[in-house]
């Protein structure tokens, strides 16, 4: 009879242990947005979440010879998904509406209230000097956001024309 009821309690579910909060609690609903790696570990919570509040960019460049840049971003969420996908979204929000460029598929474990993720951006595909938001959603639900301006140079012109001698000719 004894060894039954150990059975039993061990098989009972245990009480939540009582935690500090969590990085995903002190940022939930935010989208942290750098073109650095993002770091994974911590020795205290508080000092990762002041850590990745200093990472996140307002302000991404293109690299000049390349016209391209890696963003690396991680979005908290308030509760545990309950899918094992959700969308990243990008909108062009320059002049305050929202116009959609992007949606890409994100793959996780269900329960999860992070996700650390990479996406290329290529001057060709997102203009440079725009305001964009990222949004992930789950079934069309917003989960968590974040914006930045991209920018990047453009070519750069001395204001000098050459003509060769069959355009002069033209022109007479």
Known sequence: ?????????????????????APEDLLAGKIIITDKPLPMRWNSVGAYV????????????YDKKTGKVKIEYAAFFSRPI??????????????????RKSTTENFMHRGDRVLFNAV???KEDFEMNKKYMFVIESRHVQLAT????????GPHYSGKVDFTDEETKQKD
């Open 82 to 99: 309950n899918d094992v996908q959700v969308d990243l979204v990008i909108y062009d929000v320059t002049n305050g509406a929202k116009a």
């Open 1 to 21: 009879m004894k060894s039954l009821f150990l059975f039993a309690f061990l098989l009972a579910p245990l009480p939540a242990l009582a935690k500090g909060q």
């Open 120 to 122: 290329l951006f290529d």
């Open 146 to 153: 974040g914006t930045f301006i991209l920018r990047g140079e």
């Open 50 to 61: 002041s850590q990745l509040k200093a990472m996140n960019k307002g302000t991404i460049w």
